[in-house]
């Protein structure tokens, strides 16, 4: 179960990761932001397909995940000395992955559509956090960049975030596990042993960083980038705890949250 989760978290970042260019695609950003982040989500995404090779999910498939990642190495190979990107051709290896994705997880564990939905909003939650984050931390670095822009991002991060709290909310109160026979609702299995964890998946994976979103938006507001930037690394931190555990008990319990 480690290798499925470790290998959907790589895919799904390197996947969705170069999406929030669009963030900053339109913005005087400086050249070697773009590049660090193509470069990491080619890195973190090549893992992935190294995973993906060493799992049993046909040759098809693996194959898929090969052209995947040399289509995002191509998209990065091309604007990696370029001034500006184009953020819509940076789209097309991400909407290819997110395709590979929902394949890889029919082929590794089976599931139904609603634990792709909730992967790839998660990928998007963990890939929004951390561009934030090296977003957050570029502003150190050039000190004239536009407010607006980490303003946008965090924003976005808020939203996908508030999405996923309508979402846990609404399945907490309908959703039910089969906990060894027994059919509990969500609420009353997290009060059991095997439940613990996901109460705490709850907190610092969605509740937590709700909080210090907003925080963090106060801050950027009177151009705090710096206190900004250590909310932000909290905040990755947070969600990738909370992201393994939601992975872990979709994977044991079929809790889709």
């Not at 992955?97 to 634990?115: C, K, P």
């Not at 109160?173 to 964890?197: H, P, Q, S, Y």
Request: hydrophobic share 60%.
């Amino acid at each position: 179960m480690l290798g499925i989760i470790s290998t959907l978290t790589f895919f799904l970042f390197g996947s969705l990761f170069p999406v929030f260019l669009w963030v900053t695609a339109t913005g005087k950003m400086d050249p070697g932001f773009h590049r660090f982040i193509l470069g990491l989500a080619s890195l973190v995404g090549g893992m992935g397909v190294v995973f993906f090779g060493l799992m049993d999910a046909g040759f098809v498939v693996k194959m898929s995940a090969a052209v995947w990642l040399v289509s995002l190495l191509s998209v990065a190979w091309f604007y990696w000395n370029r001034e500006r990107i184009q953020a819509w051709v940076v789209t097309i290896p991400s909407l290819i992955g997110v395709v590979l994705v929902m394949e890889t997880i029919t082929a590794l564990t089976g599931s139904d559509f609603l634990f792709k939905g909730v992967s790839i909003l998660g990928g998007l939650i963990l890939s929004g956090s951390v561009f934030s984050m090296l977003l957050g931390h570029w502003y150190l670095n050039v000190v004239d960049l536009p407010i607006r822009l980490l303003k946008r991002s965090v924003f976005l991060l808020l939203t996908l975030l508030t999405a996923r709290l309508l979402w846990d909310i609404s399945h907490l109160l309908i959703g039910t596990v089969d906990a060894g026979g027994v059919l509990l609702t969500i609420l009353e299995f997290i009060e059991t042993f095997n439940g613990f964890f996901l109460g705490i998946a709850l907190l610092f994976g969605t509740a937590l960083p709700i909080v210090l979103c907003l925080l963090t938006l106060r801050v950027v507001k009177i151009h705090s980038t710096q206190s900004a930037t250590g909310l932000l690394y909290v905040v990755v931190i947070s969600i990738l705890m909370g992201d393994l555990i939601y992975k872990y008990y979709a994977l044991q319990f079929g809790i889709f949250l």
